[in-house]
Each structure stands twice: as C-alpha cells, then as structure tokens.
C-alpha cells in the first residue's frame, strides 16, 4: 500500500488540514492515511494544548468523510518526546511491504533536514509538501533539491492553500466567536459543547498531566510532593491553598530541561537576567519555568507565577504563598538529606526559620562551588532573619 502519514499537534484539526489531506490523497494515490497527533513535540512548545483524548476526537470527527483516514494513538502512549524518526521507524515495523508518505507543510519541508535523526526520516519515507503562502512553491522546489541531495525522496505539490490556523481557532474560541468557517462544523460544535478553549478552568489534574512529560520520574514524584506539602503549609499559614498546590506541582516544569531552550523561553518572554542570575544556571528554571507556566500553559494568576519564579532563591518582601512554595521545595516527603527533619519540625511553627536555614545552606553550597551570589536570596535571608528577631523581641 502506499501509506500517508500525517503528524502534528493538530490543536484543533481545521479545514486547512482537512483540505490538505484529501487532496494529498487524491494526488499521490494513497490507499491509507495514518493521522497522528503530537504528545510531546519536539520541535515546539505546544500552547493552549487540549486535552489527548480530545484532540484524537476532533481529528476522528473531521476525516470521517474520507474514508481512508486512521487516527493513530502512538505519539500519545509514547513516553518522552514525539520524534519522527521514532515514528517512522515503528510504522515500518508495522508496515514492512508498505511505501510510507510523510506529509508536511511548508515550514516542516524547509527545516526537516535539521531534524533529530533526519537520515533515518530520508530513508524510510518519501517527504511530501505543499506550500502555505502564494510564494512558497518555488522555495519548497528549491529546497526538494537540496534534500535529494542528501539522499531524501521528495514530492513537492502546488495545493492551494487554506488561510486557516490552530492559533486563530484557539483565539475565536476563547473569545466565543464564530469559528465554523476554519473548521469543519462538526468539529465547531465539538469545542463549543465542550469548551475545549472557551474559558473552561483546567484542572489540578490537567496541570499535573501536561506538567509530567517535561519531568524525569523522580523530579515529577518530587512535584508532586511539594504540591502536597504545599497545600497543608497554606492551610497552617493562610495562603491560598489550591494556588499553593497548584504552584506546587508547576515549580519545577523546567528543571529537566535543557539551558539553552530555558534561554529561549525567557527571551520569547522578554525577561533579561541580571548579571548575577546570568552567571548561575541553578536559577533558571525557576525563571523559565513561571514564563512557561504563563505562556505556553495559559496560567496568568500573577501569585503562583511570582511564586514559582523566586522558589529557588527568595526574594524581598515574599507573601505567605512565596514563602509556602519555597519552604514545601525544601521539606517535601521525597527530601532526605540531613537535616531535613528538623527543618519540617521548624516550619510547624515558622517558615521564616526554614527559609533561613535553607537560604544558608545554599549560600555556603555556592561559596564552596565559588559561585555568584545572587543579591534577592541575601535580601530573603535578612528580611527572614528580622522578622524572627521581631518574633523573639515581641
């Protein structure tokens, strides 16, 4: 059989899909289409992502019509990252006797050959594009002859495109707009009924399941226990006990991840670092990672963001939930270093004291490393340490 494959976040499907497919279809002779969404991609950060399940849903509602179209979980139930080449190489194993089409848009076309293990992607399917603006036909031509160069199987078509976008789908919907004219209507009713992106409040549980994939096991184990111990420290200290579990299981989405995207995270958001901070990567994660909770998961509550960005180091002036999230990162259940005992005897009756201990023990930790200080964790410190001398004089 000649089999197409067609990847992507498909975050919603829209007509320009739909569109694409059936005339892919119809001009490469295809007997099968394999269409599969992203889990974790690779290449990009996913914004405003729906849930998996509902995502398969839509895709399976939109390409009924075609008849050929089999949505595919596999991206899905994979663990990690969704590579392509990991992909290719499964479907191959399905599909020994089959000739493999990977379909793709303009911008995937120009950067394939950039791609993680882009000779096996050359090797086991035959790459095939469409433009997405009036010009780009000659550009993906052009490029087709650079990667045959390289050893790929090219076919570049000249479709016509659609004017449609997830982003503009996700922007209408949150807006309750009209948005039957960039999908198809049965998947217009979809996302209205069940508000996929109007405005529903995600769940803990949302958060937790888009938050694990970034995380080794042991770090996600390790969010999952801050969260827990930060909902009970709010409970004791007044904060607000849903934002605390929630910045909880958020504050370390970063930590696993590698410090040049963390660069790119914080540049996309604006944030410049100071020299300081610059100088000690330790740092970052809590930087990028109230970026990334704000940008690419949607969460725009400026308590848990503040609180994420300073758990690592404190800062002057921290509320009760700064304080909450930065003591919880300390005496979580899955900490065991010495100390930690009297650490979460301390904090049943000050996070003050955890907070001065536990800036201590980092400064002696970088002092001995002969790294930077940074100057908001020596104004956390003092501002702790006055408030437990006004505690004892008062």
């Not at 493999?100 to 050959?113: K, N, S």
């Not at 934002?243 to 540049?267: F, W, Y």
Request: glycine residues 8%.
């Amino acid at each position: 059989m000649r089999i197409g494959v067609y990847g992507g976040t498909f975050n919603p499907i829209h007509l320009g899909h739909v569109h694409i497919l059936r005339e892919f279809i119809r001009r490469l002779d295809l007997q099968k289409v394999l269409l599969i969404p992203d889990g974790t991609p690779p290449h990009k950060v996913a914004e405003d992502l729906a849930p998996p399940e509902d995502r398969v849903k839509m895709c399976q509602i939109a390409t009924e019509e075609l008849g050929i179209v089999e949505v595919s979980r596999m991206e899905l139930t994979r663990p990690g990252k969704s590579f392509t080449s990991d992909t290719l190489t499964q479907l191959h194993e399905l599909y020994p006797r089959d000739e493999l089409y990977f379909l793709m848009g303009e911008d995937m076309f120009l950067t394939v050959d950039k791609w993680h293990d882009a000779p096996t992607i050359f090797r086991l399917a035959v790459l095939c594009a469409s433009p997405r603006s009036h010009e780009g036909y000659e550009g993906l031509v052009a490029k087709q002859r650079e990667l045959e160069a390289l050893g790929a199987r090219c076919r570049v078509e000249d479709i016509p495109f659609l004017d449609a976008s997830s982003t503009r789908v996700r922007e209408l919907a949150r807006e309750g707009k009209d948005i039957s004219g960039l999908v198809p209507k049965e998947v217009a009713e979809y996302i209205s009924e069940n508000r996929i992106y109007g405005g529903r409040p995600m769940t803990f549980e949302e958060y937790e399941a888009l938050v694990k994939p970034h995380l080794s096991e042991r770090r996600f184990y390790h969010s999952q226990c801050v969260a827990k111990c930060a909902a009970e420290l709010a409970g004791k200290y007044g904060a607000d006990v849903e934002k605390a579990r929630l910045a909880g299981i958020l504050h370390d989405v970063m930590k696993d991840t590698a410090p040049e995207e963390q660069l790119k995270i914080m540049e996309r958001s604006g944030i410049i670092l100071t020299e300081a901070q610059r100088r000690n990567t330790k740092l970052w994660h809590a930087i990028s990672g109230a970026a990334f909770v704000e940008s690419e998961l949607g969460v725009t509550d400026r308590d848990i963001l503040d609180a994420i960005a300073c758990h690592t180091g404190g800062k002057a002036g921290m509320t009760a939930l700064d304080k909450v999230l930065f003591v919880a990162d300390y005496i979580s259940a899955d900490r065991d270093y010495p100390g930690v005992e009297e650490l979460r005897i301390a904090a049943e009756s000050s996070l003050e004291e955890v907070i001065v201990e536990g800036i201590t023990f980092t400064m002696q930790e970088r002092m001995g490393e002969r790294m930077t200080m940074e100057p908001r964790s020596i104004d956390a410190y003092n501002e702790a340490l006055w408030i437990l001398e006004s505690k004892e004089k008062g």
